[in-house]
């Protein structure tokens, strides 16, 4: 960024009057930001030594989110071939999630080796953070908005297929754990720095605990895409709400999840708990006739759902919207930052996300309705 009026003083300095930072810090704060990253910071309501003023005061700042299963917006599909995705990643970052994995829903495994290459370079340019793969190993029963025909078991040629054509991009993949040779999948996966999110799924507890075992670390969008528990068959929610090891998505748009679901959450997986978006094409556009993944999908007073209206499919709600809804019921700064930054990125292995020096001026003001503004690498968004 250019200097904005400070004598003598390179970039602009953020006076904050409150900053969680994602590395343990809550307070009043300054930041210094230079061509992009966090180039000096300090605590307290002052400028800071041998700098003579702030260039702009701001309220609450969090790092930037962290939304780790988003299809796309404004008409892009991520998983579609051909496609650009950059109008996607803008919309998105304007609305707070400046860190984005590129979901790819189930299509045929050619259509998605072929995407993959695609948007490799654009993770290794820093566009994306990494893709992630929601299917094609998913269960037929709990399917959700996912073509049957397309669903298979993971075997090893279509693993190895998947991991080659992403070369290193793909960050995550969500799989049914109890389909046939999945837990050796979720071990090769592991193996090659992939987090695993066992979703789409009927697995029992013990099928659950056996995925877990085997290196999974993420349920995708907790009771979607899952039997409800029951207190005699506590299935996938069971698992997800009391084994430490797993990192829980929730879905905050107020379709997919009742308030009271989501706080259900809140409390049993305080600190494991991520907001994700799933937003798909439609988001960011209003209602209309879409497709994901090849299927038809029909959005009527901003919900998805399958033109047969036998599934949601996906949402049409960003992070942030999620991130308003839960602050006008009472949610702290403090677990926002917890839930939409500081523990996705320690699901995905993300380093560099907390708001230190040397890292990315990639930051949310959060109002009382929600954001208020994004920095994203050091520029105002929207």
């Given at each position: 960024?250019?200097?904005?009026?400070?004598?003598?003083?390179a970039?602009?300095?953020?006076?904050?009057d409150?900053?969680?930072d994602g590395?343990?810090?809550?307070?009043?704060?300054w930041?210094?930001?230079?061509?992009?990253?966090?180039?000096?910071?300090?605590?307290?309501?002052?400028?800071?030594?041998g700098?003579?003023?702030?260039?702009?005061?701001?309220?609450?700042?969090?790092?930037?989110?962290?939304?780790?299963?988003?299809?796309g917006?404004?008409?892009a599909?991520?998983?579609?071939?051909?496609?650009?995705?950059?109008?996607?990643?803008?919309?998105?970052?304007?609305?707070?999630?400046?860190?984005?994995?590129?979901?790819?829903?189930?299509?045929?495994?050619?259509?998605?080796i072929?995407?993959?290459?695609?948007?490799?370079?654009?993770?290794?340019?820093?566009?994306?953070?990494?893709?992630?793969?929601e299917?094609?190993?998913?269960?037929?029963?709990?399917r959700?908005?996912?073509?049957?025909?397309?669903?298979?078991?993971p075997?090893?040629?279509?693993?190895?297929?998947?991991?080659?054509?992403?070369?290193?991009?793909?960050?995550?993949?969500?799989?049914?754990?109890?389909?046939?040779g999945?837990?050796?999948?979720?071990?090769?996966?592991?193996?090659?720095?992939?987090?695993?999110?066992?979703?789409?799924?009927?697995?029992?507890?013990?099928?659950?605990?056996?995925?877990?075992?085997?290196g999974?670390?993420?349920?995708?969008?907790?009771?979607n895409?899952?039997?409800?528990?029951?207190?005699?068959?506590?299935?996938?929610?069971?698992?997800?709400?009391?084994?430490?090891?797993?990192?829980?998505?929730?879905?905050?748009?107020?379709?997919?999840l009742e308030d009271?679901?989501?706080?259900?959450?809140?409390?049993?997986?305080?600190?494991?708990?991520?907001l994700?978006?799933?937003?798909?094409?439609a988001?960011?556009?209003?209602?209309?006739?879409?497709?994901?993944g090849?299927?038809?999908?029909?959005?009527?007073?901003?919900?998805?759902?399958?033109?047969?209206?036998?599934?949601?499919?996906?949402?049409?709600?960003?992070?942030?919207?999620?991130?308003?809804?839960?602050?006008?019921?009472?949610?702290?700064?403090?677990e926002?930052?917890?839930?939409?930054?500081?523990?996705?990125?320690?699901a995905?292995?993300?380093?560099?996300?907390?708001?230190?020096?040397?890292?990315?001026?990639?930051?949310?003001?959060?109002?009382?309705?929600?954001?208020?503004?994004?920095?994203?690498?050091?520029?105002?968004?929207?």
């Amino acid at each position: 960024m250019t200097d904005r009026g400070t004598p003598g003083v390179a970039g602009v300095l953020l006076g904050i009057d409150r900053l969680i930072d994602g590395a343990g810090y809550d307070g009043p704060a300054w930041l210094r930001v230079e061509d992009g990253v966090i180039a000096d910071r300090g605590v307290g309501t002052g400028a800071g030594p041998g700098y003579p003023r702030v260039d702009a005061r701001l309220g609450t700042v969090v790092p930037g989110f962290v939304d780790a299963h988003v299809h796309g917006a404004v008409g892009a599909d991520f998983g579609a071939v051909g496609v650009d995705p950059q109008p996607a990643i803008d919309f998105h970052a304007a609305a707070g999630s400046t860190t984005l994995l590129a979901s790819i829903a189930t299509s045929e495994l050619p259509l998605t080796i072929a995407r993959l290459r695609e948007l490799a370079p654009l993770v290794r340019a820093g566009r994306l953070a990494g893709v992630h793969l929601e299917g094609p190993f998913l269960c037929h029963e709990r399917r959700g908005a996912h073509d049957p025909a397309l669903l298979r078991d993971p075997d090893p040629a279509s693993v190895d297929a998947l991991l080659d054509a992403a070369e290193g991009t793909l960050s995550m993949i969500t799989i049914a754990p109890e389909l046939p040779g999945a837990l050796a999948a979720i071990e090769t996966l592991v193996a090659a720095g992939v987090v695993v999110a066992l979703g789409h799924t009927a697995a029992s507890a013990d099928q659950m605990r056996r995925g877990i075992d085997a290196g999974a670390t993420v349920i995708t969008h907790v009771f979607n895409g899952m039997p409800p528990m029951h207190h005699r068959a506590p299935g996938p929610v069971g698992v997800a709400l009391t084994d430490d090891r797993l990192t829980v998505e929730v879905i905050g748009d107020g379709h997919h999840l009742e308030d009271e679901a989501v706080d259900v959450v809140r409390g049993s997986a305080a600190g494991r708990m991520t907001l994700v978006s799933d937003a798909m094409a439609a988001t960011g556009l209003g209602d209309g006739v879409y497709e994901m993944g090849g299927t038809t999908v029909v959005v009527t007073d901003g919900v998805a759902n399958l033109a047969d209206n036998s599934s949601l499919a996906g949402s049409t709600t960003t992070v942030g919207g999620s991130v308003a809804r839960l602050l006008r019921r009472g949610a702290d700064a403090a677990e926002i930052a917890s839930i939409t930054s500081i523990r996705p990125a320690l699901a995905l292995g993300l380093d560099g996300h907390a708001l230190a020096i040397g890292a990315p001026a990639d930051l949310v003001e959060l109002g009382p309705a929600g954001v208020a503004r994004t920095m994203r690498a050091g520029t105002w968004l929207g």
